[in-house]
């Protein structure tokens, strides 16, 4: 049972590494437009810079 | 038949595209569906119609086809300084709302804007909101963007952004999505040590699970749970007791109890319910708070912006005009107002003589005849010549910025009810404080005051009606989810409670239960003419725009008229036309047709019911009692009360009159369309405002609906009785499952163990029950 002293502590570290990242994307604006990366994703990108038009 | 390349419209004579392809395997509806394909490909965008073919459409609306417009009143310096801003980088930022965006590709084409035009440096598309984020090269003309978007055929709405407003609101929602994130890892986590903690861990183990689920507690019940405390708070200074109130103070205890037990080593607490508690609630009213601002939004954008374009004449001399936007308009100045226009100020006609329809404004199904000095009213359409007008007064001082502000005022005034839910709040409160007083002295007699105190406290915080406070915002949700899916769009969750409880039904007729425009209703063909009766027709009314002249037109459509050599051809405005058609003689007049000036046929006009009126009418009359309010004529009035067989009519009202009556009747639901009807819109206890409504009738009603015909309102008045009817059922349920945590309570047999059962099964019972919904709601617009 010792074993939980120490995952007890890395359970805890995991959460708060999660929470943190959360909290990140979210003030970054990750999630401020929910309807449109949807759709958006599905688009092939072809052209990754600006000069590149597909013919 | 054929399915147009660019629209997928289904055509029957299709014009096609030589350019690209001359083998013509490419069909279209019509020349601008055409121009957009022959653009996107000059442009090399082609690629469009593959994304297209392989992506699902969102939304069931064809692309508005581009009809060349020059949008040069958005170039406007003081129309630029105040709906555009500059960011620090010097780009201009822009945000326009697109009509007609309406699958994956448009967003594929939107976002290549910047590699169509260089000076265009970050197009972003929100699709919810059909709103395009641009960055432009100040330098760059809007107009010539916005002929750009025209041309593709999305038309082009530029709206007023405010760097400061958005970051206000993307803060608000910021901190919405981390209090339920926050509270969702915490109730999470919370959850592995008290079931540890129920499992049996003992001595240090428990002390420290213990001591776990307190500091994840912390944030859920301090940040995370913040609202809940504020809005009980802020209804307790307005003396109501709303929801929060309960949940609140057993928020309150539950925290308070839990950390007085860590410090005393009682390893005891509620933790793991009221987290879980927090997050469900916050997650529940965020859905309901997503979909009514989505009712709200749409009203915001999509018929706001219509008669934006003025053309004002720039000096004294009456020949040039500029474009300006119709909000920059002055008293005096001189403005050109085109056939079909809605008129945008009051002003007396300098020149010209036309009709207008002023069945929006006041309800009159009859068109106006206004001449030379004639008064016309902001908000009229203009029909059949162009005029030239000076206006005498914009903004709130014309007729319909009064009614403008009459319907800010109804909004106040609007009969309020008390929620169910409050009401139930109020008693609900009531009832746990004293059955805890009660259970509080009960105790005293046995036990310590210690234990009693704590015995009272268990029982406020097992009591804490969450299954209640779930279940109204998740059923509502549902409903409003359903209503908007089907084109009825719901401002507020409160007009569903209303909505049951009305008895009295105003309609209004013009526009509402008519299309609101005249249609030929018969052609007594008395001797056949030479030409085919449908040729005639068309060739010689195509030019004009009188209403009788469209309407003809429209009718003689259907029977697929052509075109013929057509001379001298002669329209008297407020007489006929005349013109020779493969050299006979022909006239319209009077709603008589001659030939060589022999009479061939008649013909006669009035404004429709809708197809769906009649049997509608005949179902509503069941159930409520039906009143037909009009600002037209008497006999007209009547004459349609008759038809779809309502007797109690009023004629004649002006949009305050019909206010009154309206909210001089109990439990009333006011249908219209009109400025005329804003009003009382506004002030029945709900209003509904049909498709083709004005932009102000929108504004003023509860509830729009976006599909044609009155059918919607039907289902809608079922939706409201059926969710209110899961409402009570959830309410019934949920206390059920609090009178037994008040029953173990008392009998001593609570412990966070019983708690932890009983909160989430009352929760998950309610949420089955709302998913479920009732057997009528199934099978709504199906």
Redesign the interface.
């Known amino acids: ?1 010792e074993i ?1 002293l120490l995952l ?1 502590p890395l ?2 570290l995991l ?1 708060l590494f ?2 943190g990242v ?2 990140w994307s ?2 970054r ?1 990750q ?3 929910l ?2 990366p949807q ?2 994703m ?2 092939d990108d ?2 990754c810079s ?1 000069k590149g ?3 | 038949m054929h399915a147009c390349t660019h629209c997928h419209e289904s055509v029957e004579r299709a014009v096609y595209d030589e350019i690209i392809d001359p083998n013509l395997s490419t069909p279209f509806c019509c020349q601008g569906c055409l121009t957009v394909y022959q653009i996107l490909h000059q442009k ?1 965008f082609g ?1 469009y119609y593959q ?1 297209k073919e392989s ?1 699902g459409v ?1 939304r069931k609306r064809a692309p508005v086809s581009g009809q060349p417009e020059r949008f040069q009143f958005l170039d406007d310096q003081i129309f630029l300084d105040e709906y555009t801003e500059l960011d620090t980088e010097g780009l201009r930022v822009v945000e326009i709302y697109l009509e007609g965006i309406h699958c ?1 590709a448009c ?2 084409l939107i ?2 804007m ?2 169509m035009e260089p000076q265009i440096f970050n197009s972003k ?4 909101r059909s709103v395009v984020l641009l960055k432009l090269a100040p330098q760059l003309k809007l107009s010539e963007v916005a002929s750009l978007f025209n041309n593709l055929g999305y038309k082009p709405h530029v709206i007023k952004s405010s760097e400061d407003q958005r970051r206000l609101k ?1 803060q608000e ?2 901190r919405e ?2 209090r339920i ?2 509270a969702a ?1 915490g109730a999470s ?1 919370i959850m ?1 040590y008290a079931v540890s903690l129920y499992a049996g861990a003992s001595d240090l ?1 428990a002390q ?1 699970f213990n001591t ?1 689920t307190v500091l994840f507690a912390i944030p859920v019940m301090t940040y995370s749970a913040w609202g809940f405390y504020q809005s009980a708070w802020n209804s307790l200074k307005n003396k109501v007791i709303s929801i929060d109130v309960p949940i609140a103070l057993a928020l309150i205890m539950g925290f308070l109890m839990g950390c007085y037990n860590l410090f005393t080593g009682v390893t005891e607490n509620y933790f793991d319910s009221l987290t879980a508690l927090v997050f469900l609630l916050l997650l529940s009213r965020y859905f309901l708070k997503k979909i009514q601002e989505r009712s709200l939004r749409v009203q915001d954008l999509d018929f706001f912006h219509h008669h934006e374009s003025v053309l004002k004449a720039v000096d004294s001399s009456l020949e040039n005009f500029q474009e300006v936007h119709a909000k920059y308009l002055k008293p005096q100045d001189i403005i050109k107002v085109k056939p079909q226009q809605f008129i945008p100020a009051d002003g007396i006609i300098l020149k010209g003589r036309t009709h207008t329809n002023n069945s929006l404004l006041t309800g009159e199904s009859r068109l106006v005849s206004a001449d030379h000095g004639d008064e016309v009213f902001s908000g009229t359409q203009n029909l059949s010549s162009e005029i030239l007008l000076k206006v005498l007064k914009v903004g709130g001082e014309t007729r319909l910025g009064e009614i403008l502000k009459s319907v800010a005022g109804g909004w106040s005034q609007k009969s309020q009810i008390l929620h169910v839910t409050q009401t139930v709040s109020q008693y609900f409160i009531l009832v746990v404080l004293a059955l805890s007083l009660i259970l509080f002295v009960i105790n005293l007699q046995e036990l310590s005051l210690a234990a009693s105190l704590e015995r009272a406290l268990t029982l406020l915080i097992v009591t804490c009606p969450c299954a209640l406070a779930l279940a109204i915002p998740l059923t509502f949700t549902r409903s409003l989810g359903l209503a908007s899916k089907n084109g009825v769009f719901i401002k507020s969750d409160a007009a569903i409670e209303k909505l049951m409880k009305v008895k009295n039904i105003f309609i209004d007729k013009t526009g509402t239960l008519t299309f609101g425009r005249i249609q030929i209703t018969e052609l007594n063909i008395l001797k056949e003419p030479l030409l085919p009766m449908a040729d005639v027709i068309l060739n010689l009314e195509n030019q004009s725009q009188h209403p009788v002249a469209r309407a003809l037109i429209d009718y003689a459509k259907a029977l697929k008229p052509q075109i013929r050599r057509t001379e001298e051809l002669l329209e008297t405005i407020g007489q006929g036309v005349s013109a020779k058609i493969e050299g006979i003689k022909y006239e319209i007049k009077n709603y008589q047709v001659f030939e060589h000036d022999i009479l061939v046929a008649t013909f006669k006009v009035k404004d429709l019911l809708r197809p769906d009126s009649f049997d509608l009418i005949q179902r509503l009359k069941r159930n409520y009692s039906l009143h037909l309010l009009s600002g037209d004529q008497k006999e007209i009035v009547e004459k349609t009360g008759q038809e779809v067989g309502i007797s109690s009519t009023f004629s004649q009202q002006s949009p305050e009159s019909k206010s009154r009556i309206v909210t001089e009747t109990s439990h009333s639901l006011m249908i219209g369309d009109g400025a005329n009807d804003a009003i009382a819109l506004s002030r029945a206890d709900i209003g509904i405002a049909v498709h083709g409504s004005m932009a102000l009738s929108l504004k003023a009603a509860d509830v729009y609906v976006v599909t044609p015909g009155l059918g919607p309102i039907e289902n809608l008045l079922i939706l409201s009785q059926e969710t209110m009817r899961i409402i009570y059922r959830n309410i019934a349920l949920s206390l059920t499952y609090n009178s037994l945590s008040v029953i173990a309570v008392f009998s001593g047999h609570i412990t966070p163990l019983v708690a932890a059962v009983i909160m989430p099964l009352s929760s998950l019972t309610v949420l089955v029950s709302t998913l479920i919904g009732t057997k009528q709601l199934r099978s709504l617009w199906k």
Do not use: C, H
Request: glycine share 6%.
């Open positions: 049972m939980i007890l359970a805890i959460a999660f929470i959360f909290i979210t003030l604006g999630y401020d437009d309807n449109t759709y958006r599905l688009i072809k052209d600006k038009i597909d013919p | 090399g690629e994304i992506a969102l994956l967003l594929w976002e290549r910047p590699l598309l929100d699709i919810e993307n929602e910021r999505l981390l994130g926050i890892a986590n592995i183990y420290v776990l």
